[in-house]
């Protein structure tokens, strides 16, 4: 039988858990009911200030971001993401949650991407989607995913969605956070401004110039 000593102290490992448990969200707990984001405030903080809440309206607690049929058809990878994160949708501001909708064509492609700020639940509402991430050890994890199935990318690693289903797919993805962030290495490296200098890309990539300007010809202008 556990002693009254052993007793106290799981207690107090308990309490030191909870106690610990906020830090290890993704965004801060809020401080009040809500905070509609100011868009438009002068004032720069970490997330928005709040609109002064006797001007809050039902609507900022709503928005149609979603409703709108996206289009694949205006891109090479035949993906579009629509994203209701706080920018757009300013109900967010301190709720740590947004949320993104993302139509794949016939074998499109969201290319490899992290989000630094969230872990991401998707969910597929149509079709079949190979969900892949990669492991800060290299180790790739993937599992195609049909219509009503979860898969759950942690946060911060790399990963992409392919419509591998003889369809459209489509998917929402969620956050535990109001803008998760998101972070695209061909991007990151190919498409910065100003650009990335050439001796770190020829070095990185083990190439010449040429190959280095061909694949920022590729991703220019996304
Ligand atoms: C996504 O779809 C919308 C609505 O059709 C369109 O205006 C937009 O250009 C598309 N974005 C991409 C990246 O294809």
Redesign the pocket.
């Known amino acids: 039988m556990a002693s009254a000593r052993s007793v106290m102290l799981h207690v107090l490992l308990l309490a030191l858990a909870l106690a610990a448990a906020p830090a290890v969200l993704s965004d801060p707990p809020p401080l009040q009911d809500f905070c509609v984001a100011d868009l438009k405030a002068a004032t720069a903080v970490d997330g928005f200030p709040c609109k002064a809440p006797s001007t809050v309206e039902d609507d900022d607690f709503f928005s149609d971001a979603m409703v709108?049929?996206?289009?694949?058809d205006?891109?090479p990878f035949g993906v579009?993401s629509?994203r209701a994160t706080v920018s757009v949708f300013p109900g967010l501001n301190t709720l740590g949650l947004s949320i993104t909708r993302t139509d794949l064509a016939v074998g499109g492609l969201n290319p490899p991407h992290s989000h630094p700020r969230g872990s991401e639940l998707v969910l597929v509402l149509k079709g079949e989607v190979m969900v892949g991430f990669t492991s800060a050890t290299n180790r790739l994890f993937t599992k195609v995913v049909k219509e009503n199935e979860l898969y759950v990318v942690p946060r911060g690693l790399q990963h992409y969605q392919l419509n591998v289903g003889t369809g459209d797919a489509v998917f929402m993805a969620m956050f535990d956070a109001q803008s998760p962030g998101l972070v695209t290495p061909t991007l990151a490296l190919f498409a910065t401004e100003p650009a990335m200098p050439m001796e770190v890309l020829t070095k990185t990539f083990l190439m010449g110039e040429d190959d280095v300007t061909a694949m920022k010809s590729k991703f220019a202008g996304f």
């Open positions: 709108a049929a996206p289009r694949t205006t891109n579009n629509t």
